[in-house]
């Protein structure tokens, strides 16, 4: 099953579609690669979102959780030691991940609504914790991080981009392999996948550790492409809401289309632009609509209009 | 360019590259002869054209740079101002940064009021080596971060005063209005715990008692407080004759709660929000009696070029400038002065020029602290060069009481506040 | 002295919040929607009141009484364009409805929040109070505001009380939390008694919201903590449960208030959300919740 789904349609064209990204940084400005480079990184936390809501069936609502933990851990750890780039995002993943356990362990004996409110409260809580120790992190105006890993835009925009397309073939693959589709049944239905014999609990904590691996991972890379780090790009309640949105309306369940929804939301902002405040209105208006009439979102329409023909 | 491949093309070639040589040769003879259209200086300006502070900061920096070219540039070069909105974001200023310097060749950017959003480019300006100077940032980090690493830093200059400058110009008003004028012996500092406030506090602690105010009490709340009420009946109990205080993330809750407790002590210090000409309307008059500081008031001719700028301002976009306009629009003339001064817009020769900076701006008399200083790059404060103001809310109009020579109005308080003038 | 003074400030915080709770968990228990726009409405109140107050010049209680006409019609408005859109859709499994709407009523506070901040900007702001001046209480001098406003919330949850057990259309939402279906039996109309719970919902977010904006004062800013907070209380009241609500705000209220005066004002909220924390693990379902 997994090398039919390698070789199937939504693959093979992701692929083109992510050689002919590649491409971009010969004609495209260095603006436009900057644009992209954070649209990548975003299209990972919303692919490590969608992982944890589309199969695992559980509503992250405070994913900036786990992405502030990666980046913040990354960045203090090289604003006071200045050890390897290397070491400071393994250390920024492992906390990341730890931050999942943390999450998972509430998550696995609540439902729904419940679990919604704890991933709200971590990240309110990691918020008041970076903004009372600002001695550590720099409070409310922000960590500087001394090292970035390139100061080229043409560089960073490969390094996200090639990011991007392994993290989103090994979710993908996950999610197509058999690991994959038991996630599938425990979600949606976990009373029955636990009669059919499979560990629903194990499954879920995988679940989560996958996804704050790579939410942790992309944090701290992104905190290293900008060489800062602040409340107001990684842990604020808007961050989560932008993955979140990307996610739906890119079509949940479907991995792929998490990315698509990230790249359309910052090139849908960036148009907006000229617009100011407004912007985030008008933002918000589009995804509500997606979110209302078609909650399948783009990809999703698209895969329903292939599977209707 | 492609090889030449017929005689014909090679001659026009020859007598292109002859015609060029000439040009070029008259050039180095008569630069200013010649240069009728040299290239323009361009200074990038990344704001926050949305909120109220940063929306002043390019409509000053296009009337400074319009004023600039009207009297024919500098050295015949015309000052070009290119604009970016970072949505208060640091992200996105990031961004603008790396877009102003690698695409649009900006050769100085003036960037943000924001502390965060001035902390991240900061590095950016030494990456890119391009000269960064921020018109209304507080936070001390940004020139102790010039100290930490000169040679890589220095790209950065701090247009506007450090926290713990602020403390010290608080320091300097108190001992003239409060303890010379008012008699008072104690005070209570009440400050929001953010990192900003952390050495503007340590300033007031360490000035406070040197004029003569005893710090009876010291409390610091959480930003996102909504119920003041705790912390007035705290201060209270101490019974201090004046609160000093340091918010800016808060600023009409407070200001309401305190006059809907009635509580009888006056505030003075910084209280950024009361800087805003709508202030008054926020806080349905709340604010009255309240003393803050500030760099500009309302027809305070702080220099002979204060009232000349705001009457520009006014004329062209209809409101008055934040005080982020003020200095932002200093700020251009002293790129302009040191790209004068260098006689280039070389990075190198630009930091050392502006260095050397010695200007009459419109909140004060400009220099800049000299290598070797904990602030280097910060701005001079004290008599002749930079004094601050310090205003008081009456009846909807910000007056100003500080420096004497400069006020246009007598200190009033309501019924509920009790001065103890000690005597 | 102290002891007065913690007790008074406690009563009029906890007072504001359980009013703010007791719509939030009306709304879940009758309708099963966790509305995270409830913030975002209430604001809108405190704004449209401190305009029509203050801003347009037409008085206290015109203001307020606009401000409360507001959150009603964004509540009346979030019900039938997203909430009954969303329950009636065919295009989403009936286990993904809870998440979407939840996902979608996010959005619509976002939409709400942001729309105050380009009108109005994100500057704080205070309604123009109703009652001015202050009164001496066990010699603790305190606004006479703050005692209007625990008034007021204790009026409006005292009126609702009344309403739902001793009216019959109360008794109707009463039974359509506990079985929807039954209600139906009984040939009453299961989306009139939605249509009339939303506007109560929203005249209760409005007159917390204008008491809030009075007392306190808001900006766009505080839609979102506003929001959290009252999901918080409700959660470790117990969702669904309006007596449990009742006691948690009190609860919190207290204990922002006492850590307040008595630790440091700059960890007010940090016992409040270590509680919630303690109580997520270990009885998840809260004081007296049912679902």
Known sequence: MLRRALVSPPVLISLIVVLLAATLPLYVSGYVLGLLTIAYYFGVFSMAWDLLFGFANEVNFGPSFLIGLGAYTAGILDNLYQPPIALCIAAGVLASMIGGLVLALPALRVRGPYFGLTTLVAVLMLQNFVVVAASLTGGEIGLTIPDVISIDDKVNYWIALGFMAVSGAILYGLTRSPVGLILQASGQDPVQAGALGFNVTKHKLAAFLVSAFFSGLAGALMAFYLGTASVGTFIDVTVGVQVIIGAVLGGRRTILGAVLGAVFLVALGETLRPLGDLATFIVSAVALIVVLFFPAGLLGMVKGAREAT | ?423 | MLFWQILIDGFAISSLYALGATGFTLIFGVTGVLNLSHGAIMVAAAVAAWAASGNFGAGAYVGAVFGVVVALLLALATYYLIVRRLQLSRAVREEEKEIFILTATLLWGIMIQEAIAYLFTNNAKTVLPIVDGVVTILGVRTPANEIFTAFVCWATIGALWLFVNRTLAGKAVLAASMNPRGVTLLGIELSTVYVGVWAIYGALAGVAGVLLGMFLGVSSYSAGPLTASAFSIVVLGGLGSVSGSLIAAYVVGYLETLTAYLISPAYRAIPALLLLVAVMYVRPRGLLGRR
Request: aromatic letters at 8%; glycine letters at 8%.
């Open chain 2, 1 to 423: 360019m492609a090889p030449y491949e017929n005689a014909a093309a090679r001659s026009a070639a020859l007598r292109g590259s002859l015609g060029a040589a000439s040009v070029a040769l008259m050039f180095a003879i008569a630069p200013s002869a010649w240069a009728d259209d040299p290239a323009p200086i361009k200074i990038g300006v990344i704001a926050e054209a949305q909120a109220v502070a940063g929306s002043s900061i390019p409509q000053a920096a296009q009337i400074a740079a319009d004023e600039i070219n009207a009297k024919g540039g500098v050295d015949g070069r015309k000052i070009e101002i290119v604009s970016y909105d970072n949505h208060s974001s640091s992200a996105e200023s990031v961004r603008a940064f790396q877009r102003a310097v690698n695409e649009d060749h900006v050769n100085a950017v003036i960037g943000s009021y924001i502390s965060e959003v001035v902390l991240a480019l900061e590095p950016w300006a030494s990456r890119l080596k391009t000269v960064f100077i921020t018109p209304g940032a507080a936070s001390d980090v940004i020139t102790q971060n010039i100290a930490k690493d000169y040679e890589h830093n220095k790209y950065t200059f701090h247009g506007y005063l450090t926290s713990g400058a602020l403390a010290g110009l608080v320091c300097d008003a108190a001992k003239d209005m409060l303890v010379d004028g008012l008699k008072m012996k104690t005070a209570v500092i009440m400050s929001e715990d953010a990192a900003w406030t952390g050495p503007l506090d340590a300033g007031y602690e360490a000035c406070l008692p040197k004029i003569g105010l005893k710090v009876l009490d010291h409390i610091r709340f959480s930003p996102d407080t909504t119920d003041f009420t705790p912390i007035f009946n705290k201060i209270e109990a101490s019974k201090p004759d004046v609160i000093i205080t340091g918010v800016s993330h808060v600023g009409t809750q407070p200001t309401v709660q305190w006059k809907s407790q009635q509580v009888p002590i006056p505030m003075f210090g910084i209280a950024s929000q009361a800087t805003n000409s709508t202030f008054w309307k926020d806080t349905n008059g709340a604010t009255d009696s309240v003393i803050y500081q500030g760099v500009s008031g309302p027809g305070v001719a702080v220099t002979p070029k204060t009232l000349p700028f705001v009457d520009a301002f006014s004329k062209k976009y209809g409101n008055m400038p934040s005080y982020a306009g003020y200095t932002a629009y200093d700020d251009v003339y002293i790129i302009a002065d040191a790209i004068k001064r260098a006689g280039s817009a070389d990075s190198g020769k630009l930091v050392d020029a502006m260095e050397k900076t010695d200007y009459v701006g419109t909140i004060g008399r400009v220099q800049f602290l000299p290598k070797g200083d904990p602030h280097v790059h910060g701005l001079k404060t004290g008599e002749g060069l930079i004094t601050g103001l310090m205003l008081q809310w009456q009846n909807g109009k910000q007056v100003n009481m500080w420096p004497a020579t400069l006020a246009n109005g007598k200190l009033e308080f309501p019924s509920f506040v009790k001065i103890a003038s000690g005597k």
